[in-house]
C-alpha cells in the first residue's frame, strides 16, 4: 500500500512538471505594462521619498510602500516571517576638524572636508609635506618620482593636466580620484590632502555611515581630506589659478617641504539600521530551490543645499520592475499556474554606499545560496544612454552583462527568451569584467557571483542625468522599459520552471572574485 502511494505521488509530480512546461507566460507577461511601471515610479522617486539616501526617513517610505506592495499581492514575507531583513550601520558624528598651517588656522567644512571613509579619529602633526602635483602614477608618468613618500603628509591636486591622456580609461584612469587615492597610499602616504578649488558638497556633511559588520575588518588606512582654494592660497602664497598654472606648464614640480602641519579630526560614534526587502512567491514540486531578482530601492538622498536626488532610473526603475514581476509571478500563482521553484523578489539597500544590502545578504543568506539556481539583477532599465541615443535603434536594446560567466546555461536561455518573445538587442559591451567602467562590479549582482550563484544584470547604460538631481521620471520611456522588464519575466519564468537548476560548470576570472 505504501509503495502503491508513493508511485502515485511520483506520478503526480511527473504530471504537474509537464503541466508547468506547457503554461504559456505570455498572458501574465503582458500584465507588466507602461501603465503600472509608471504608477510605482511615480511614487518611488517622488519628492516624498527624498531621493531615498541609507539610512534617510525617505528610504523607509520607500521600503514601506514596497512591503505594503508585496503584502497586497499576498506573497510570503521573505525573511521568517517579516519582509524586512535589517542590518546595522555604523554611524559617525563628526564632533571636530582643525587644520593648521604654518600657524593659520581653517575652517572646518568650509577650508577642510573629510572624506568619510576615514572612519576613525586622528590628531598627526607634520613637520613636512610631500608635494605630489597632481598625483599621477602611469606607465609614463609618475608624479611621486625621486620622492620618499613613507609616512608623510601628501599634498595633491585634484584633476589632470591639460591635454593628458590616461592609459586607461573610466574609473581606473590613472586620473581618477580613487585610483590618486590608492597611489598615494601605496606610496606610503601617513595622510592625504587633496587640492580642490571648492569642496564637493559631499564631504560637507556632518555624519557618515558604514556597514557594522565590515568594522572589525576594515584595515587601517590613510585619512583622506580635502582642501579648498583658500588653503592653497594662503599656504602658498599664490592663487590658486596661478597653482594650477604652474602645474599644467611643468613650473610646479613635486617635491619635499618643509612646514609645521596639524590635522585634527573627532568622530563620535553611534548606529543607524537600514534593510532589505523579501518577499516570496512559494514554488511546486522544487519549492526549496530559489530564483532571486534584485534590484537596489536606495539612490542619493539631498545634498548640504536640501537638492533631490530622485533616482528615477538608478534604480527606481528597477524597483519598480521587481513590483510589477511579483504582480505578474503572483498572478500566476493564483490561477494555479505558479513557478516550480520558489522566487524572492528583494530589494535592497545601500547599493549606492558600497553594495551593502546585498552584501549583508550574501554573507546572512536567508535561503541556502548552493540552492539559489540565480539572481537576475535590475539597475537601470528606463532610459536610451548617451551611446545608444545617436543610433538608428536606439529604443531596443539592453545591456546584458554576465551571463557567460558561472554557468553555461544561462546565454542559450538568455538568448532563447529574447528570440522568442521580446527580440531585444543584447548588447554585452559591458560584460567584460576589465572594461574600463567595470560595470561587472558596480551593482547588487556581484555579490552572489562572489559566492558562485549565477547571475545576469541588466542595465540601460550611462546616461547624462546618471547621479544628477535631473535623474527624474519625466526622462523615463517606459514603453521600452516594458519591454526590458518583460525579458527579465521570462528568463525568470524559464529559469524557475527548468527541470534541473542552473549548472555551475564555469569559474569567474581571477580578476572578477
Known amino acids: 500500500m505504501i509503495k502503491q502511494s508513493i508511485l502515485i505521488i511520483a506520478a503526480l509530480i511527473g504530471t504537474v512538471a509537464c503541466a508547468q512546461k506547457r503554461i504559456n507566460p505570455e498572458v501574465f507577461a503582458k500584465t507588466i505594462t507602461p501603465e503600472d511601471l509608471k504608477k510605482h515610479l511615480s511614487v518611488i522617486a517622488g519628492a516624498e521619498m527624498e531621493g531615498r539616501n541609507t539610512p534617510s526617513p525617505g528610504l523607509e517610505k520607500a521600503a514601506g510602500y514596497i512591503a505594503d506592495h508585496f503584502k497586497q499581492l499576498g506573497l510570503t514575507p521573505g525573511n521568517n516571517g517579516s519582509f524586512r531583513q535589517t542590518f546595522r550601520l555604523s554611524k559617525d558624528s563628526l564632533a571636530g576638524l582643525d587644520l593648521s598651517i604654518n600657524g593659520d588656522d581653517f575652517k572646518d567644512l568650509d577650508d577642510i572636508g573629510p572624506l568619510f571613509t576615514n572612519g576613525e579619529s586622528v590628531d598627526l602633526q607634520f613637520d613636512e609635506y610631500v608635494?605630489?602635483?597632481?598625483?599621477?602614477?602611469?606607465?609614463?608618468?609618475?608624479?611621486?618620482?625621486?620622492?620618499?613618500?613613507?609616512?608623510?603628509?601628501?599634498?595633491?591636486?585634484?584633476?589632470?593636466?591639460?591635454?593628458?591622456?590616461?592609459?586607461?580609461?573610466?574609473?581606473?584612469?590613472?586620473?581618477?580620484?580613487?585610483?590618486?587615492?590608492?597611489?598615494?597610499?601605496?606610496?606610503?602616504?601617513?595622510?592625504?590632502?587633496?587640492?580642490?578649488?571648492?569642496?564637493?558638497?559631499?564631504?560637507?556633511?556632518t555624519v557618515s555611515y558604514r556597514p557594522s559588520w565590515a568594522e572589525d575588518n576594515r584595515p587601517k588606512e590613510a585619512p583622506v581630506f580635502f582642501v579648498g582654494k583658500n588653503v592653497v592660497e594662503k599656504s602658498s602664497g599664490h592663487s590658486f589659478d596661478e597653482v594650477i598654472a604652474a602645474l599644467d606648464n611643468g613650473k610646479a614640480t613635486s617635491e619635499l617641504t618643509k612646514a609645521s602641519v596639524r590635522i585634527s579630526y573627532q568622530l563620535q560614534k553611534g548606529l543607524a539600521t537600514a534593510s532589505n526587502v523579501l518577499a516570496v512567491v512559494e514554488g511546486t514540486d522544487k519549492k526549496d530551490e530559489y530564483l532571486f531578482i534584485t534590484a537596489h530601492y536606495d539612490h542619493l538622498g539631498k545634498?548640504?543645499?536640501?537638492?533631490?536626488?530622485?533616482?528615477a532610473d538608478d534604480d527606481g526603475s528597477g524597483t519598480v520592475s521587481v513590483l510589477e514581476m511579483a504582480a505578474a509571478f503572483a498572478r500566476a500563482k493564483k490561477a494555479g499556474k505558479g513557478p516550480r521553484r520558489s522566487v524572492v523578489f528583494m530589494t535592497v539597500s545601500g547599493e549606492e554606499k558600497g553594495l551593502w544590502g546585498s552584501e549583508y545578504y550574501s554573507g546572512h543568506p536567508v535561503y541556502p545560496l548552493d540552492k539559489t539556481t540565480a539572481d537576475l539583477n535590475i539597475d537601470m532599465v528606463g532610459r536610451t544612454d548617451t551611446i545608444h541615443e545617436k543610433m538608428a535603434d536606439s529604443v531596443n536594446y539592453v545591456y546584458v552583462i554576465g551571463d557567460d560567466k558561472l554557468s553555461t546555461d544561462l546565454t542559450p536561455i538568455t538568448e532563447a527568451v529574447n528570440g522568442k518573445y521580446t527580440q531585444l538587442v543584447l548588447d554585452r559591451k559591458y560584460n567584460d569584467p576589465n572594461d574600463p567602467e567595470r560595470i561587472y562590479y558596480r551593482s547588487d549582482h556581484y555579490n552572489f557571483a562572489r559566492k558562485g550563484v549565477p547571475i545576469i544584470f541588466y542595465f540601460d547604460g550611462i546616461h547624462r542625468d546618471y547621479h544628477r538631481p535631473t535623474d527624474t521620471i519625466d526622462k523615463i520611456n517606459f514603453s521600452l522599459m516594458a519591454r526590458r522588464v518583460q525579458l527579465v519575466f521570462y528568463t525568470a519564468w524559464e529559469m524557475a520552471n527548468r527541470d534541473e537548476m542552473l549548472k555551475r560548470d564555469l569559474t569567474l576570472p581571477a580578476s572578477a572574485r
Open 131 to 205: 608635494f605630489a602635483g597632481y598625483g599621477i602614477v602611469d606607465n609614463d608618468r609618475d608624479d611621486y618620482s625621486g620622492i620618499d613618500a613613507k609616512g608623510k603628509l601628501v599634498v595633491l591636486f585634484a584633476g589632470a593636466p591639460q591635454g593628458f591622456t590616461p592609459s586607461q580609461q573610466g574609473r581606473m584612469a590613472s586620473t581618477s580620484l580613487m585610483v590618486k587615492i590608492s597611489n598615494a597610499r601605496k606610496k606610503g602616504a601617513a595622510a592625504i590632502l587633496i587640492a580642490v578649488e571648492e569642496l564637493p558638497a559631499r564631504v560637507k556633511s
Open 303 to 311: 545634498d548640504a543645499a536640501g537638492t533631490i536626488y530622485y533616482g
